[in-house]
């Protein structure tokens, strides 16, 4: 087992994984920027290293001063949490280079999976079902000839992509080149690779996506699914759920089974999620996340599983601590993301001091948060102020008991997506289950429609 | 929890004050090249910084003071152009031979120290003559990203 491990992540995830370390016995160190010299994630690690100034390209994605952090400190291994650098086959690379252990899969498969069109072609030959599409298209001509031939709508979306970004919903032709141009531009700017290429939209699908881990001698397992279709207009996920809620057994057992022969065809290390878009009794591919994500609490309370832990025993070289044949799901699990972002100005991210934070408490919460009262939100990072989950027998009590939590809690000082969620928690078609990852937006117009 | 690792954790609460000044004083510099002032000073509890601009120098090597709150202690250091030189990378401090030490004179422009990060040597000048009044760090000692490495008076 490792000794001392580097933390390469800010914010409730860079805890997160300081918790699974200090429960391991392992020390932890972290790394921060200047804006977040008094975080929380600084002051749990055993040590702390600042590497850059507040903008991200030079403190949280600047490679030689994060390993050299981790060479000086006696680190031999590397926790990459999720965004920054957890998708980074170089940096994983390099690390490995200077005999550090990456907490993930091996620089390769992070490579084919973060291409997503190669990961969509991958998937396919090993059988898995993928949405129609081209392979990398070089202009808009060429991505309107795939249209026509797929038929509308279809959508624009950067190889490179990730978070919504670089990606264009687009209904008719005449809309294609203004949108494919715009997409590619944010492609460039935000990932500076602007490949682009072109897929069948489904209407309205739901987003349901399939945890797996893998260890280094072959055992592989999968932790049942997650519905995260309720998804703001950027695409990015509001409110999460384990298991996905008016789900067909019989697909459900399809999406588990096409998950774990996936992971064992791309020959994968770790812990992963598969992406899926549903429609109706069919299921496609969207993409591999080859980190551990966001919205994994939901996942642990259900399984019992400790997923940061079971990260850095297989980088260990430990075998997976169960089979299958040992996971069963118990009961029903939600996650509300509360953001510094005003739902009612598209989700704009909102940066300050909080002057009031309360957190709730009681049977059957869990909050993953690195805010405190008093705490400052830079403007440079993620808006996510802290994740709350609520865990209950069924779906219907743990949706009571997220909107008993979230009446307690009091977060001032910024604008946050607390009030929305409640919103969101008590409509009827979100409770009656199974909406799709159109239904969010379309609350949006509607909620506007009734405040003008 | 390693013997090491809590010795760096103390190392790092200890060091505290000090980069909190250091960061502070690096964001009113950005503050006092933009401006047209020639002199900034600001307050916050027992600590005041002072950074005056340079003479005839290029808007980043803006000189910085720190000044204790207390008028006595102020008295003492009276506010010479003292620039802190910090460390813009993470690694290992290497002292030049002769190693650099307090009191001393430095006649011109010259690398006193490199900071090793990842066998690349990122050179640390004197950025021109001056006084060194306080060397901070010890040959082969870890630094982080703007840690203070010595103060020279100009």
Redesign the interface.
């Known amino acids: 087992m490792f000794?001392?491990v580097l933390i390469a992540n800010r914010g409730e995830i860079a805890l997160r994984i300081n918790r699974a370390c200090h429960e391991l016995g392992i020390?932890t160190v972290a790394i921060f920027s200047?804006a977040d010299?008094q975080s929380l994630h600084v002051r749990h690690?055993?040590?702390?290293?600042?590497?850059?100034?507040g903008p991200v390209a030079r403190?949280y994605l600047n490679i030689?001063?994060?390993?050299?952090?981790a060479?000086?400190?006696?680190c031999d291994a590397i926790h990459p949490g999720y965004g920054f650098l957890a998708e980074n086959a170089r940096f994983a690379e390099i690390a490995a280079d200077?005999g550090l252990t990456f907490i993930g899969p091996k620089p390769s498969v992070i490579a084919a999976m973060g291409d997503k069109a190669t990961a969509k072609r991958i998937m396919h030959e090993a059988g898995v079902p993928t949405t129609p599409g081209s392979d990398i298209v070089a202009s808009a001509d060429e991505a309107l000839a795939v249209a026509e031939k797929i038929g509308f709508p279809v959508l624009l979306k950067a190889t490179a992509g990730g978070g919504g970004k670089g990606m264009r919903g687009v209904a008719t032709a005449a809309e294609l080149p203004t949108a494919f141009a715009t997409a590619q531009a944010e492609a460039e700017a935000s990932f500076k690779d602007g490949r682009m290429y072109v897929e069948k939209l489904l209407v309205n699908p739901r987003h349901i996506e399939v945890q797996v881990i893998a260890d280094e001698h072959g055992g592989v397992a999968h932790l049942g699914e997650r519905d995260c279709s309720v998804q703001k207009p950027s695409h990015q996920k509001l409110i999460e759920e384990a298991s996905a809620p008016a789900l067909d057994p019989n697909l459900r057992d399809r999406l588990h089974a096409v998950a774990v022969k996936a992971t064992r065809a791309v020959g994968y290390t770790n812990a992963g999620t598969l992406e899926f878009l549903v429609a109706g009794d069919d299921f496609y591919f969207m993409e591999m996340n080859t980190r551990i994500q966001v919205e994994h609490p939901v996942t642990e309370l259900i399984y019992g599983v400790d997923l940061v832990k079971e990260q850095i025993r297989i980088a260990a070289g430990e075998p997976l601590g169960f089979t299958q044949d040992d996971l069963h799901p118990h009961g029903h699990a939600i996650e509300v993301r509360v953001n510094a972002e005003d739902p009612d100005n598209n989700f704009s991210p909102a940066a300050g001091t909080l002057t009031t934070v309360v957190f709730p408490g009681g049977p059957g919460i869990r909050v993953d948060t690195h805010v405190y009262g008093g705490a400052v939100v830079p403007p440079f990072y993620d808006s996510l102020l802290a994740k709350i989950v609520a865990v209950g027998r069924s779906r219907e009590s743990a949706i009571l008991r997220m909107e008993r939590a979230l009446g307690e809690t009091r977060i001032e000082g910024v604008k946050t997506t607390v009030e929305f969620c409640r919103e969101v928690l008590a409509n009827e078609e979100f409770r009656a289950g199974g909406i799709g990852v159109g239904w969010l937006p379309a609350f949006l117009t509607r909620r506007a429609a009734v405040v003008s | 929890m390693s013997p090491g690792g809590e010795k760096a954790a103390r190392r790092t609460r200890n060091r505290m004050t000090d980069d909190v000044i250091a960061t502070r004083a690096r964001a009113l510099a950005g503050a006092l090249a933009e401006s047209g002032f020639a002199r900034l000073r600001v307050r916050d509890g027992e600590t005041e910084i002072e950074l005056r601009r340079a003479p005839r120098t290029s808007p980043a090597a803006v000189a910085i003071a720190l000044l204790s709150a207390d008028p006595d202690r102020a008295a003492e250091r009276p506010p010479d152009r003292a620039e802190v030189v910090s460390s813009d990378v993470v690694g290992i401090v290497r002292l030049m031979r002769p190693a650099i030490a307090e009191g001393q004179e430095l006649e011109g422009d010259r690398e006193v120290a490199y900071v090793e990060t990842l066998g690349i040597r990122n050179p640390v000048r004197s950025r021109g003559a001056g006084r060194v009044s306080a060397v901070f760090v010890t040959d082969g000692q870890p630094v982080e990203y703007g840690q203070p490495l010595f103060t020279i008076e100009r």
């Open positions: 000794k001392k020390a200047d010299r690690a055993d040590e702390a290293f600042c590497v850059g100034p403190s030689p001063n994060i390993i050299s952090a060479l000086i400190s006696g200077h």
